[in-house]
């Protein structure tokens, strides 16, 4: 798993949009036993929380200890710097084992194999992203163009998956179809501009020319967004289940 996102770790943990209760109780209805989850990538812990609330013990790991150390403390989740396919867990530990908006940085191979190793014999694995934010056509525009044309010769190889929503990964498992979910908000420009700070291409672009391109994104998108203006944000999540 490549790490990215240790630079911004406080950003990321405030930044970073939040999965909705549909997407989590959809999934925990095929968990029979929720006595051991595990959150692989867990960045700074924002789904190893939700988990938690469900879960006698969740177990959480990154590579990123800078990310693991804005996580939430809760007594039931136990945090571990480690990467996705050599971890200290037993055998057939976890009755559900989930990724989000990671999966795409894993090696698949050896990921499949530890989980493989560590989960129990009917377990759940629930993996799921998100592309593109949604907000207007004027402003989707803009910022599709950012994306692409600014700052889209600095995205890793690994993005395209985020792109072709998860299709394109292996995913050797008996699968369970899921509906459509989305992650809905109501943002500032402020706002905005912090989450756009948090991709890791707007990072290398800033470590490579010396400035950052969102100044001259928030520029053009004001005719079309006021300052203090709260606008309705849309994240269509993409989801992969399957039974191990």
Not at 107 to 126: H, P, S
Not at 183 to 195: I, P, Q
Not at 235 to 241: D, G
Request: glycine share 4%; charged share 20%.
């Amino acid at each position: 798993m490549k790490d990215l996102f240790s630079r911004n770790a406080k950003q990321y943990a405030q930044f970073r949009p939040t999965y909705p209760e549909e997407l989590y109780s959809f999934i925990f209805q095929y968990v029979g036993n929720k006595q051991n989850a595990w959150d692989v990538g867990t960045g700074n812990g924002q789904v190893a929380q939700a988990l938690a609330s469900f879960f006698e013990q969740v177990y959480a790991t990154d590579i990123s200890q800078k990310q693991l150390d804005e996580a939430v403390r809760l007594p039931n989740i136990q945090y571990l710097c480690c990467n996705e396919y050599k971890t200290p867990f037993a055998k057939h530990t976890f009755d559900l084992i989930t990724v989000g908006q990671a999966i795409h940085w894993f090696n698949f191979d050896l990921f499949y194999k530890e989980i493989q190793r560590v989960a129990k014999k009917g377990a759940i694995i629930a993996v799921w992203g998100y592309n593109l934010l949604q907000i207007s056509p004027q402003i989707d525009q803009l910022i599709r163009e950012f994306y692409k044309e600014k700052v889209g010769s600095f995205w890793d190889l690994e993005r395209k998956y985020v792109e072709e929503a998860y299709q394109t990964i292996p995913f050797p498992f008996q699968t369970i179809a899921n509906p459509d979910f989305q992650m809905e908000f109501f943002w500032d420009l402020a706002m905005l501009e912090g989450y756009l700070n948090t991709w890791s291409s707007v990072g290398k672009f800033i470590k490579t020319n010396g400035y950052n391109p969102i100044n001259e994104l928030i520029v053009s998108l004001s005719p079309f967004w006021k300052e203090n203006e709260q606008k309705k944000i849309i994240f269509p999540i993409f989801v992969k289940l399957g039974i191990i």
